[in-house]
């Protein structure tokens, strides 16, 4: 198994907290930093395409600016994001 430092967003000010500690522990660690959004996904049994297009484009903008907020004063330090459409809880134990 990879070492990583990982930490869940939901766009929150808790959460973008929750990543800054997390940047300073992959930092200090010298390990990568991986951002996940979870959608429980389907989150409705009949969403319209547009929805979730919109729903898509919120969460990768989510992680795309939570990303490059953190990266910015982690040199050497990689961070990646991911959205997932799954439970959270199954996420949580997923590796």
Not at 14 to 20: D, I, N, P, T
Not at 25 to 53: D, K, M, S
């Amino acid at each position: 198994m990879t070492a990583q430092v990982t930490v869940g967003l939901d766009g929150s000010e808790e959460s973008l907290a929750a990543a800054a500690w997390a940047a300073t522990e992959a930092v200090l660690r010298e390990v990568p930093l991986r951002l996940v959004h979870v959608e429980e996904w389907p989150n409705t049994p009949e969403l319209p395409a547009p929805h979730t297009r919109t729903l898509a484009e919120r969460a990768e903008g989510l992680l795309r600016d939570a990303a490059a907020e953190v990266a910015r004063g982690m040199r050497r330090t990689r961070v990646t994001g991911r959205v997932r459409h799954r439970s959270p809880s199954a996420v949580a134990g997923a590796r």
